[in-house]
Each structure stands twice: as C-alpha cells, then as structure tokens.
C-alpha cells in the first residue's frame, strides 16, 4: 500500500466548530489533493498543493483552508464547520502532474458528520 | 472548463459477462489523460487504467480496456469476464495537460456497477 494516512478516520462534530484534517505520506510525493465525496457529485477537489507552502484552491474551496509545512504533512481546515460539509473526505498524492499516467494514489477516506 | 458525463447511474451484469460502462468529456485542450477509478463498498478508491490523448492504442489492463474514441469525446471502460468482486462504483476521470490545470484530476459523478451471480 502506498503510504497514506488519514486521522482522524471517523468524527462527529457541531456546527460552528473548528475541525482539522490531517493527511500525512511517507512517498516524499510533491503533489498532494483534497477531495470531498458526496452522493450524486463524484469527488470534487477542494485544495492542492504542489510544494512546502505551495497550494491553490479546486472548484469547492470556500469554507476550507489547508496547510502544508512540510512535504509529508497536508491539513484541510474547516474553521466553522457547517452541516454541508457534512462528507467522506479523500486524500491523494501524485509523484509528478502534467502529461502521462501520473495516478492519483487516494488515501482511505475520512468521514465527517457536522450536526 | 473540462466536464466529465457518466450516464449511466447503475448498471447491472451477469457474472462472466461483459460490461461497458460510459464516459464522455467535454475539452478543447488537446493534450489530456483519461483514468478510471473502483471504489468498492469499502470505500477505497482504486486506479485501473489511464489513457492518454495522443496514445494510439487503446489501454488495457488485465480485464479492463479503454475504448477510446477521440471524435467523439468517449472513453469507455469495458470488464471482461466479470467478477463478483467487480461489484462497485465506478469512476472517469480527467486531467488536462496544460496550464495550471495539469494538478487536478476532475472526476465523473460514477456508475455503480453489480455483478449477479
């Protein structure tokens, strides 16, 4: 299994409240993605990032923020959480972008529910 | 903007049979690659093929081909001689290769697919 970790796996939380997402890999990839899952939509990107301090934002990124300070660690931040980001969140990493087969290897997932 | 089109919401097969299932895009870049993705009732997501744009061929990978056909903006997966364990939903999906897009890979909304014994 490519090395990526998601935490927390599962959580429950308030509207209003902060949450934090973490998603931490051991491939030294450059390239690194949220995605929020939800019946009907596929997955959507939230944020990326292409580099230590390098992000830019996908096509649903109002209500979140991300972080990265180091190449293995990259946090997705709901700083008032709100029942529409009610959703199963994917990490995934990629060695390289641009042309050719440079997969997306996703994370296991974590599962939120704002209520 | 590129689109990715799944029409079909559900599918269903018979073990050992055949199944395509469908995928158009929507792009006037020319340079871009196609992938699938299973994502199993586990919910894990699963990289099966890629397809790139100025590939002569059609990929295949074990039991699943691309058939990609580029007039017509389609790249649909083919199963070959299902499997229970094909069971899932299914994704297409597209990265296009120019720009500052060529980070993002933008995904269909899925087929989800079952295998009857």
């Known amino acids: 299994d490519a090395g990526i970790t998601q935490s927390p796996r599962h959580k429950v939380t308030e509207t209003g409240t902060p949450v934090t997402l973490r998603c931490h890999q051991t491939?030294?990839?450059?390239?690194m993605y949220w995605y929020r899952q939800d019946p009907g939509h596929g997955l959507r990107l939230i944020h990326y990032?292409?580099?230590?301090?390098?992000?830019d934002k996908g096509e649903v990124s109002d209500g979140y923020s991300v972080s990265r300070s180091k190449t293995e660690d990259f946090l997705l931040t709901l700083e008032s959480a709100t029942s529409s980001q009610t959703s199963v969140y994917f990490c995934?990493?990629?060695?390289?972008?641009?042309?050719?087969?440079?997969?997306?290897?996703f994370g296991a997932g974590s599962r939120l529910t704002v209520l | 903007a590129q689109k990715i089109t799944q029409t079909q919401p559900g599918m269903f097969v018979q073990e050992k049979e055949a199944v395509t299932l469908d995928c158009t895009y929507d792009t006037s870049d020319p340079s871009y690659g196609l992938f699938w993705y299973k994502q199993p009732s586990s919910g894990e997501m699963i990289f099966l093929i890629y397809q790139g744009s100025y590939d002569q061929q059609n990929a295949t990978e074990g039991r699943y081909s691309l058939n990609f056909q580029k007039a017509r903006k389609s790249a649909n997966l083919v199963i070959s001689a299902s499997q229970l364990g094909d069971s899932a939903m299914y994704f297409c999906?597209?990265?296009?290769?120019?720009?500052?897009?060529?980070?993002?890979?933008?995904f269909g909304k899925g087929t989800l697919l079952t295998v009857n014994p």
């Open positions: 999906a597209m990265r296009l290769n120019s720009g500052g897009s060529n980070y993002k890979l933008t």
């Open positions: 990032s292409y580099g230590v301090k390098d992000t």
């Open positions: 995934a990493i990629s060695e390289s972008a641009g042309a050719g087969a440079n997969v997306l290897t």
């Open positions: 491939e030294n990839h450059r390239y």
